[in-house]
């Protein structure tokens, strides 16, 4: 049983949807991704001159009729793909709660990934947890694996502190074919955190796309104004803040600003970035958002 | 500047208690956040500043003042001028004997008092008043302060009760009559409330105390000589003690006892079979606050030879009485009475007979006349039967009333308050009364003679009322204050206080009635001597822990009073809640007394 926001409806404008990707792998089946091999696509990539055993098929008679010359036709070859969909597991994924935030940030993942099953493609999830923590699903394939991906997101059980550029690590290190990935996480870690982790992934000829995830509660948070001994979710430290209207809009100040260096950041080395408020309509974001920042075809 | 209602300011001391709702606000309410990356650089690490920051708003010390002019105002202020004519009653009565770490209270009292007429203004007056006996002035013309300071001085307290007065109103009308600025009391009473006139000073604090509150010595009967006296101690504390009483007779110890007295309890003990001697004491040995009722005295009681003045037409019936032991009997006819001599009698028998005015002895009257002051006989009648009476009653005791018929008999109908011992259907047949200590006995019926066996139920009544008044003659001794009758009094009369002063007697004098303090009084009579026992009777006086408050609810004050006053109270009111408003336009929101204000404001 999908949870709601899998409507038929929904899934149905998923399947129309395709991942795009900035660079070409190599596949291991015939799918519908580009692949530097040439290939038997229907995509035209470059002539060559004929050679005996070429299949007469291919060749070009328009160029023969102009210059008596034999060329063969040759086409790109599509291969499917293979996505890694990394979700942050860490206890911040929980606040306020995990309704409100794991959840959706799961169901973005799941929209992606059905996505992906849709078209045939591979997908396997990720759990980002501490620094060598975290567990990884198997590839899904089709679309009928989509329960399985639900079960393996639902099974998560949050907690920690999510060290970003280990927790990858540890990740990639069993990573063997290149291919699309997507981190989804709320990225409030600082930027000597994200940057080398966002930085890990590059390395890896993934093509990137960083997801960023935040509660309607960590845009604008709803304390009292007064003293407040605030518990940090994952390090249970604790500072001591005087709450107010003044200090309310020194935190916004301060959360945009980290924002933009995110997005920043990942402009500067060709990340897709997006910001997802999880109060917001999925399929809004989904169709809407991510076509925009090139996520889709 | 003083204040009317001081007892409020005491309401000062709460103030700090404002602090404990900001301190509870102010500890930091704990609220887990996903990440305090960027609360950490305004933040404060909690390991810093354990306690917090205490960060008092200004609503606090505007909270504050307002809290503090409620408060002065309800303890109202008022601003005062130094008075110039001024009232100091001195509580001299017996309590202010009482010693405070050695030092009588009264000593503190007139400390109090100079201490209030040294504050008095340039050419400002005193009046200077006692309140026991009854409240009077000292000297009737007003006294400048060095006087009153020495009248001060001068002032004793006396071996009396304090007198039932309403001080609250006595204060305000001295105040208002005698158009005093101010009266001040001063008493170890605690007061309740003041007035704009009048102010009390209290001195003292409560003590434990006990004190003999009852001591008699009688005989167990008129015929029997055996002496026997009994004594009630008293403790006013809340523990119990253990103490001697010793009896003494005319100085010297006769007998002594342990008693153990409970708390807040009165024993009673009894000491027999001791020489007869004119006057006793008891004396409890107690180092207590009150030293005054550790003694109680008495006189030896009545002799035990009876001496009846008897006035009657038929002196036969009244010589039957010599029969019986210890009684003897002067007769006179009507007309002599009044010339005889009548001191010395215990007892005037008036037989058909009766005086214009009833005399200063006890009196029996038998079938009186119809012009008798006291009752008045009715139509006569004969073999009466008796159809109530008074029991029990040494009138009573032992008679077989249904035995006893007087064969003639006239009802008699009371003319004053009395009682009615024995009644017929047709009206009373004895009726007893008392007046000024005196008991008189009018009787409807003649029990005379004195027939013994042979008219028992009439021996038996005329035995009883011999007893009744035998027993009046009174060894218990009497209150302080009580005046001591003196009869006839011859040239060269002296009545010795117990102080040893001597007081010439006039024979104007009917009788002598500054007996203000304890002790025996000795009157002189040519050779022979009668003594009189005084002792303080106000138990009140000697429990020292709660005295009754002094209630000042505040009656109007005078046109004079308000010169010297002026209460700001209301301003101070008015300033509160001006700053309540203020408070409430600062925060809106506020809650009563702005106690559970929360700022909610950003919790939306």
């Given at each position: 049983?999908?949870?709601?926001?899998?409507?038929?409806?929904?899934?149905?404008?998923?399947?129309?949807?395709?991942?795009?990707?900035?660079?070409e792998?190599?596949?291991?089946h015939t799918?519908?991704?580009?692949?530097?091999?040439?290939?038997?696509?229907?995509?035209?990539?470059?002539?060559?001159k004929?050679?005996?055993?070429?299949?007469?098929?291919?060749?070009?008679?328009?160029?023969?009729?102009?210059?008596?010359r034999?060329?063969?036709?040759?086409?790109?070859?599509?291969?499917?793909l293979?996505?890694?969909i990394?979700i942050?597991a860490?206890?911040s994924?929980?606040?306020?709660?995990?309704?409100?935030?794991?959840?959706?940030a799961?169901?973005?993942?799941?929209?992606?990934a059905?996505?992906?099953?849709a078209?045939?493609?591979h997908?396997?999830?990720?759990?980002?947890?501490?620094q060598?923590?975290g567990s990884?699903?198997?590839?899904?394939?089709?679309?009928?694996?989509?329960a399985?991906?639900?079960?393996?997101?639902?099974?998560?059980?949050l907690?920690?502190?999510?060290?970003l550029?280990p927790?990858?690590?540890?990740?990639?290190?069993?990573?063997?074919?290149?291919?699309k990935a997507?981190?989804i996480?709320?990225f409030?870690m600082?930027?000597?955190?994200?940057?080398?982790?966002?930085?890990l992934l590059?390395?890896?000829?993934?093509?990137?796309?960083?997801?960023?995830?935040?509660?309607?509660?960590?845009?604008?948070?709803?304390?009292?104004n007064?003293?407040?001994?605030l518990?940090?979710?994952?390090?249970?430290?604790?500072i001591?803040?005087?709450?107010n209207?003044?200090?309310?809009?020194?935190?916004?100040?301060?959360?945009?600003?980290?924002?933009?260096?995110?997005?920043?950041?990942?402009?500067q080395?060709?990340?897709?970035?997006?910001?997802?408020?999880?109060?917001?309509?999925?399929?809004?974001?989904?169709f809407?958002?991510?076509?925009a920042?090139?996520?889709?075809? | 500047?003083?204040?009317?209602?001081?007892?409020a300011l005491?309401?000062l001391?709460?103030?700090?208690?404002?602090?404990?709702?900001?301190?509870?606000?102010?500890k930091?309410?704990?609220?887990?956040f996903?990440?305090?990356?960027?609360?950490?650089?305004?933040?404060?690490?909690?390991?810093g500043?354990?306690?917090?920051?205490?960060?008092?708003p200004?609503?606090?010390?505007?909270q504050l003042?307002?809290?503090?002019?409620?408060?002065?105002?309800?303890?109202?202020?008022?601003?005062?001028?130094?008075?110039t004519?001024i009232?100091?009653v001195?509580?001299?009565?017996?309590?202010?004997?009482?010693?405070?770490?050695?030092?009588?209270?009264l000593?503190?009292?007139?400390?109090?008092?100079?201490?209030?007429?040294?504050?008095?203004?340039?050419?400002?007056?005193?009046d200077l008043y006692?309140?026991?006996?009854r409240?009077?002035?000292?000297?009737?013309a007003?006294?400048?302060?060095?006087?009153?300071?020495?009248?001060?001085?001068?002032?004793?307290?006396?071996?009396?009760?304090d007198?039932?007065?309403?001080?609250?109103?006595v204060?305000?009308?001295?105040?208002r009559?005698?158009?005093?600025?101010?009266v001040?009391?001063?008493t170890d009473?605690?007061a309740?409330g003041?007035?704009?006139?009048s102010?009390?000073?209290?001195?003292?604090r409560?003590?434990h105390n006990?004190a003999?509150?009852?001591?008699?010595?009688?005989r167990?009967?008129l015929?029997?000589?055996?002496?026997?006296?009994?004594?009630?101690?008293?403790n006013f504390?809340?523990?119990?003690?253990k103490?001697?009483v010793?009896?003494?007779?005319s100085?010297?110890?006769?007998?002594?006892?342990q008693?153990?007295?409970?708390?807040?309890?009165?024993?009673?003990?009894?000491?027999?079979?001791?020489?007869?001697?004119?006057?006793?004491?008891?004396?409890?040995?107690?180092?207590?606050a009150?030293?005054?009722d550790?003694?109680?005295?008495?006189?030896a009681p009545?002799?035990?030879?009876?001496?009846?003045?008897?006035?009657t037409?038929?002196?036969?019936?009244?010589?039957?009485?010599?029969?019986?032991?210890?009684?003897?009997?002067d007769?006179?006819?009507?007309?002599?009475?009044?010339?005889?001599?009548?001191?010395?009698?215990?007892?005037?028998?008036?037989?058909?007979?009766?005086?214009?005015?009833?005399?200063?002895?006890?009196?029996?009257?038998?079938?009186?006349?119809?012009?008798?002051?006291?009752?008045?006989?009715?139509?006569?009648?004969?073999n009466?039967?008796?159809?109530?009476?008074?029991?029990?009653?040494?009138?009573?005791?032992?008679i077989?009333?249904?035995l006893?018929?007087p064969?003639?008999?006239?009802?008699?109908k009371?003319?004053?308050?009395?009682?009615?011992?024995?009644?017929?259907?047709?009206?009373?047949?004895?009726?007893?009364?008392?007046?000024?200590?005196?008991?008189y006995?009018?009787?409807?019926?003649?029990?005379?003679?004195?027939?013994?066996?042979?008219?028992?139920?009439?021996?038996i009544?005329?035995?009883?009322?011999?007893?009744?008044?035998?027993?009046?003659?009174?060894?218990?001794?009497?209150?302080?204050?009580?005046?001591?009758?003196?009869?006839s009094?011859q040239?060269?009369?002296?009545?010795?206080t117990p102080?040893?002063?001597?007081?010439?007697l006039?024979?104007?004098?009917?009788?002598?009635?500054?007996?203000?303090?304890?002790?025996?009084?000795?009157?002189?009579?040519?050779?022979?001597?009668?003594?009189?026992?005084?002792?303080?009777?106000?138990?009140?006086?000697?429990?020292?822990?709660?005295?009754?408050?002094?209630?000042?609810?505040?009656?109007?004050?005078?046109s004079?009073?308000a010169?010297v006053?002026?209460s700001?109270?209301p301003?101070?009111l008015?300033a509160?809640?001006?700053?309540?408003?203020?408070?409430?336009?600062?925060?809106?929101?506020?809650?009563?007394?702005?106690?559970?204000?929360?700022?909610?404001?950003?919790?939306?």
């Amino acid at each position: 049983m999908l949870p709601e926001p899998f409507t038929p409806d929904f899934l149905t404008q998923l399947e129309t949807l395709r991942l795009r990707t900035r660079k070409e792998f190599l596949g291991g089946h015939t799918g519908s991704y580009s692949s530097p091999r040439r290939g038997t696509s229907l995509e035209f990539a470059d002539y060559r001159k004929y050679s005996p055993g070429d299949d007469l098929r291919y060749l070009d008679w328009g160029i023969y009729a102009r210059t008596d010359r034999l060329y063969v036709k040759i086409f790109r070859e599509e291969v499917d793909l293979f996505a890694y969909i990394f979700i942050d597991a860490s206890a911040s994924m929980g606040f306020p709660s995990r309704e409100k935030k794991f959840s959706p940030a799961s169901h973005v993942a799941l929209a992606l990934a059905y996505v992906i099953l849709a078209n045939h493609d591979h997908v396997k999830l990720h759990l980002l947890q501490g620094q060598t923590n975290g567990s990884a699903s198997q590839f899904y394939r089709g679309r009928r694996r989509m329960a399985d991906c639900m079960d393996f997101a639902t099974s998560a059980v949050l907690g920690g502190s999510l060290d970003l550029a280990p927790a990858l690590g540890e990740h990639l290190k069993r990573l063997r074919r290149p291919g699309k990935a997507i981190l989804i996480s709320d990225f409030l870690m600082p930027a000597a955190a994200y940057q080398p982790g966002l930085n890990l992934l590059r390395s890896f000829n993934l093509d990137i796309a960083a997801i960023q995830i935040l509660s309607r509660e960590e845009v604008e948070p709803a304390f009292p104004n007064g003293s407040l001994a605030l518990v940090d979710s994952e390090t249970q430290g604790e500072i001591r803040y005087q709450w107010n209207s003044a200090s309310r809009g020194d935190y916004q100040t301060r959360l945009a600003h980290h924002n933009l260096e995110i997005r920043s950041f990942c402009h500067q080395i060709g990340i897709h970035y997006s910001l997802y408020v999880t109060d917001r309509d999925l399929s809004d974001f989904v169709f809407a958002t991510l076509p925009a920042i090139g996520l889709f075809k | 500047m003083e204040f009317l209602n001081p007892t409020a300011l005491l309401g000062l001391l709460a103030l700090p208690l404002l602090l404990v709702p900001y301190l509870i606000r102010k500890k930091p309410r704990r609220l887990v956040f996903s990440s305090l990356l960027l609360f950490m650089e305004a933040g404060i690490p909690a390991s810093g500043r354990p306690w917090g920051r205490i960060n008092l708003p200004p609503i606090f010390f505007l909270q504050l003042l307002l809290l503090a002019l409620l408060i002065l105002a309800i303890s109202e202020p008022v601003f005062s001028v130094r008075p110039t004519n001024i009232a100091i009653v001195l509580d001299n009565s017996a309590s202010m004997q009482a010693l405070e770490d050695g030092k009588p209270r009264l000593s503190l009292a007139k400390e109090s008092a100079s201490s209030v007429i040294g504050e008095l203004g340039a050419g400002g007056t005193v009046d200077l008043y006692v309140t026991t006996p009854r409240l009077t002035k000292v000297r009737v013309a007003p006294l400048d302060p060095v006087e009153a300071k020495a009248a001060v001085g001068a002032i004793t307290a006396l071996d009396l009760g304090d007198p039932s007065i309403d001080y609250d109103n006595v204060l305000s009308q001295l105040a208002r009559e005698r158009r005093y600025e101010r009266v001040y009391f001063v008493t170890d009473h605690p007061a309740r409330g003041q007035t704009p006139t009048s102010r009390v000073i209290t001195v003292g604090r409560a003590q434990h105390n006990l004190a003999v509150t009852g001591f008699e010595i009688h005989r167990a009967s008129l015929v029997n000589a055996r002496l026997e006296a009994s004594a009630k101690i008293a403790n006013f504390s809340d523990r119990d003690e253990k103490i001697k009483v010793v009896l003494k007779g005319s100085g010297t110890t006769l007998a002594s006892r342990q008693v153990a007295v409970g708390a807040d309890k009165t024993a009673s003990v009894s000491f027999e079979e001791f020489a007869e001697q004119p006057s006793y004491e008891v004396a409890i040995e107690a180092g207590d606050a009150l030293p005054l009722d550790n003694h109680r005295f008495a006189v030896a009681p009545a002799s035990r030879h009876l001496q009846i003045l008897a006035v009657t037409p038929r002196p036969q019936a009244m010589m039957s009485l010599k029969s019986i032991p210890g009684i003897s009997v002067d007769v006179v006819s009507p007309a002599e009475y009044e010339k005889s001599e009548r001191t010395g009698y215990g007892l005037e028998i008036f037989h058909f007979s009766a005086p214009a005015v009833p005399p200063q002895n006890p009196a029996l009257f038998i079938l009186p006349p119809g012009s008798h002051s006291l009752a008045k006989p009715g139509a006569p009648i004969s073999n009466a039967a008796v159809s109530g009476w008074r029991e029990p009653h040494t009138l009573t005791r032992y008679i077989n009333f249904s035995l006893l018929r007087p064969t003639y008999a006239r009802p008699l109908k009371p003319q004053s308050a009395g009682d009615v011992v024995i009644e017929s259907p047709n009206g009373a047949l004895a009726f007893a009364t008392e007046r000024q200590g005196v008991r008189y006995l009018t009787l409807g019926f003649d029990p005379l003679p004195f027939l013994g066996r042979e008219n028992l139920p009439m021996s038996i009544f005329t035995l009883n009322f011999i007893d009744w008044f035998f027993e009046s003659g009174g060894s218990s001794g009497q209150a302080t204050g009580e005046p001591i009758r003196l009869g006839s009094v011859q040239p060269g009369d002296v009545l010795t206080t117990p102080a040893g002063g001597q007081v010439s007697l006039k024979p104007e004098f009917g009788y002598f009635s500054a007996t203000f303090y304890q002790g025996i009084y000795r009157r002189g009579r040519g050779g022979k001597s009668e003594l009189y026992a005084r002792n303080l009777q106000d138990t009140n006086e000697s429990d020292l822990r709660a005295p009754a408050p002094i209630e000042l609810r505040g009656t109007a004050p005078n046109s004079s009073s308000a010169s010297v006053l002026f209460s700001f109270w209301p301003y101070l009111l008015a300033a509160s809640l001006l700053l309540l408003l203020i408070e409430w336009f600062i925060t809106p929101r506020m809650a009563f007394f702005g106690f559970g204000r929360r700022r909610l404001s950003g919790a939306a």
